[in-house]
């Protein structure tokens, strides 16, 4: 498993940060995702290191709020 983590703004609420976690859930190959709307940090486990990150990306922009993984 891999790990990939993003900056996520916008959020202000822990149903912000679950809105979020559905919608990275839901990218084929995520095994799970953690938001902490106090860091603004959503942490993805990812099955393998063949999912593009800008699936991820796009799911969490998809749901209004702005993200940028983080190196």
Do not use: K, Q
Request: aromatic share 2%; charged share 20%; hydrophobic share 40%.
């Amino acid at each position: 498993m891999a790990e990939l983590i993003f900056e996520v703004t916008g959020m202000h609420c822990s149903s912000c940060g679950l809105l979020v976690d559905d919608a990275v859930e839901d990218v084929a190959g995520v095994t799970s995702s953690s938001t902490d709307v106090r860091t603004g940090r959503t942490t993805v486990e990812i099955a393998s290191t063949g999912i593009n990150p800008s699936a991820i990306h796009d799911a969490i922009t998809s749901t209004g709020y702005t993200a940028r993984l983080i190196d």
